[in-house]
């Protein structure tokens, strides 16, 4: 997935730092582009440009709550935008345990971990993010 954005170098901190804790790293950098990925699979792109990708949404996978709060706080400390704070999302499932953030451009990113049992000791979140 590729999001154009406005300020390469903003943007770049704010996912830098948001997709560290789900174990994504920059893996190819260009004067204009920033390529996001783990274990050599780039997965995610941000560019520079005009027609700046808005109102998109995209999921990433994390490895647990833990992972997902700290892609929360992350997201958030640098420039991002509450969306929908960490919990279990009840209209996905019991075991959706995620967090939502606008980016700069008011894209819907989120982390989310599919927990293995429902989940009964953490912030019940109905409604859409």
């Known amino acids: 997935m590729l999001f154009v954005v406005e300020d390469l170098a903003a943007s770049r901190r704010l996912y830098a730092a948001a997709l560290a804790p789900l174990g994504y790293e920059e893996l190819y950098v260009q004067e204009d582009c920033v390529s ?3 274990e050599d699979l780039d997965d995610f792109s941000i560019c520079q440009g005009e027609s700046v990708t ?9 490895e647990g709550r833990e992972d997902v709060d700290a892609f929360f706080e992350a997201a958030v400390a640098n420039g991002a935008a509450t969306r929908g704070e960490p919990g279990v999302w009840t209209q ?19 982390a989310v971990w599919h927990a293995p049992d429902p989940l009964i000791d953490a912030p019940h979140r109905p409604g859409v993010p």
């Open 36 to 38: 996001y990925g783990a």
């Open 54 to 62: 808005t109102a998109a949404h995209v999921a990433f996978s994390a």
């Open 92 to 110: 996905y499932s019991e075991r959706y345990y995620a967090a939502f953030v606008n980016d700069l451009h008011q894209n819907n990113v989120e």
